[in-house]
RNA sequence: GGGCCGUUAGCUCAGCUGGUAGAGCAGCAGACUCUUAAUCUGCGGGUCGAAGGUUCGAACCCUUCACGGCUCACCA
């Protein structure tokens, strides 16, 4: 744990100098940047500039998380987390060193037993306890709370995000906040005061500051009774009428509660930045009295901070409730979303809206957002300039890899430089993109078509911009329709259709991510119209007609012997020139192909489907066909 | 009671530093009689919730109001 400073190492905020504030906000204003740029450009402004040579508190940034870990933690918890990954990348990207830390405020009482947990009557009995002292219901994790845990720290690195966790019932417990919990005592009625403010009950009179876990059955039903002004507390367990005097430096038994903690760690860990949900950010919220113990019992001045919105799931209708047991979490949205995708949900809507997450229909036009977006990043589509700045921030911080992204960044910005100079000259006027010198979004694209050599010699940081080649998620859910669920032969059938669908081995791991959620959405959330197997040769031949059983036998003949020369279109032309000679209603023709080939009335966009498929595959399902009609004839 | 956020084309929403309103979907027309929101092309004047105000100029800034939603005032 670098240069963590202690509290009693507290020195004031180097002074601020207006005028490279005013820099700064003028910076930020000047172009339409992306609301994570927005906030690290205020969060320097605000805070002062770091200063890796300075160690102790100026050397970073510290971006700070966190929460409960007391019930499953779902995709709304999961905005904060990446809220702050994203402000904590667009610090990376203006060359701030960042410190994320995410704390699991496991030192919290148990005080509700959420429906999911099994046989939860009789877990009822570990009430009161810290949950890192109740035990894992299913029996695998040390306790309750490591559950939780456990389970976003296995998938946050899947989505980029490899905070530094910080555990506060390990940290209470080792004495570490022992100077801030004296600090509260001592600012009882300071805090008091600030509390009092906003309830419509004044705190009673024999209230502290401070709660504590019974040593005798290590429960927080306890009354304190005393304190010496100094080190030693005198509470007594109201479950079994014991009193003690412990030394707070060493029992590691008396925490802050909430609106007395948040400050607290806030000026222990010198957190710049830490955004939160709106029931922390109404007047008279946790943030207010927050701000105002920070500043008035531990002389900090309060992060930067903003509020976020919930999320909600297309579907299910009202807000997420951890306590009912049945919730969304980050790893059932990545069954569905691929990571880069997940992150792309989150950085392209503003923090401050709500959002649903969808698993319906809605999951196509995602990922072909996506794509278009992608698609945008590299130049293929063109937009305007204003749209290309914005699509490209959003997509570099959708990457998973950030290594990747800042290096297309500096890419982009030389880039950017280089046509900038160029275009000022020759126009007059400012060249789109070229005045971003200090900290605006980069430019994400330069212009697409042009060598990236072609102003003058090789640029040795303007590495070929490669697009990966794009596996249109529709197009991949019939293909795994056809494969039956086998990615790799879908890949490979994909692969095979076209010279320009070849794949880099990274690419190709890309696609197989995506294929696995394609795969998982057709499962588990795609309509019954959209799903389909095909029928093979062994099958029981489907019952035709006399004139459907001869338009197909022609259908067959035609794909015998031109169908590689096929394309779409005169592929569906020649299925209605066949209907009609063979006096079907081209529908009832198109019905009769669906039966045979996937047992269905209706199915893909036709004459592309025989494509995909293939002329071997379309061939062999549907020999029983022409055997049949070979007997006849 | 305090605070915050919405209210823009039929629907979902963009519009972040004020300069004569945009996108997707739906709809309509055409393209191949069209099938898995099928594909392509063309078509978008809506009192920007209401009323005042500032301004040469406001969806955007200020004030007031209406409606809708959220949140705090218990705990975290």
Known sequence: MPGVPRPSSRCALPERTPPAILRAMA??????????????????????????????????FTCASGITPSGTIHIGNFREIITVDLVARALRDRGEPVRFIY????????????????????FEQYLRLPITKVPDPWGAEESYARVHEKRIENVLPEVGITPEYLYQAERYRRGEYAGGIRAALAGRETIREVLNQHRTEPLPADWWPVSVFSRFNERDNTTVLDWDGDWMLTYRCDDTGNTETVDIRSAGCVKLPWRVDWPM????????????????????????????????VYGYEAPVSFKYDFISIKGMGGKISSSSGEVIA?????????PAIVRYLFAGTRPNSEFAISFDLDVI????????????YYGIDEVGEKKRLKESRIYE??????????????RAE?????????????????????????????????DSGVPADAAGGPDPTAAPRTPPVQVPFRHLCNLLLITAGDIEAALDRFEAANEAHRMSAGNREDARVRARCAWNWIQKHAPEDFRFSLRSAGDEPVELGEAEHKALQALIGELETRFDSQDEKSLQSAVYAIARSHDLEPADFFAVLYRVLIGKEKGPRLAGFLMTLGRATVLEILRPYRERTNEQG
């Open 27 to 60: 910076a930020q204003k000047n172009k339409t940047a992306h609301w994570a740029d927005s906030y690290a450009a205020r969060v320097v402004a605000e805070r002062g500039a770091a200063d890796p040579t300075a160690g102790g508190a100026r050397a970073h």
């Open 265 to 296: 760690r806030w000026a222990y860990e010198r957190v710049d930045f830490e955004p939160a949900g709106k029931e922390h950010h109404s007047a008279g919220g946790s943030y207010d009295t927050a701000r105002e113990i920070a500043s008035r």
């Open 103 to 122: 704390s699991w405020d496991d030192y919290d009482v148990f005080r509700k037993v959420p429906k999911n947990v099994p046989d939860a009557e009789a």
């Open 365 to 376: 036009k995602i990922y072909e957002d996506y794509d278009r977006c992608e698609r945008i």
């Open 414 to 446: 030389a880039g950017a430089r280089e046509t900038g100079a160029v275009g000022s000259v020759a126009s007059g006027e400012r060249a789109p993109g070229a005045a971003g010198a200090d900290g605006d979004p980069p430019a994400g694209a330069p």
């Open 397 to 410: 911080l959708s990457q998973v890899d950030e290594a990747f992204a800042r290096a297309e960044a500096e």
């Open 330 to 338: 980050i790893d059932d949205v990545l069954e569905v979303y691929q």
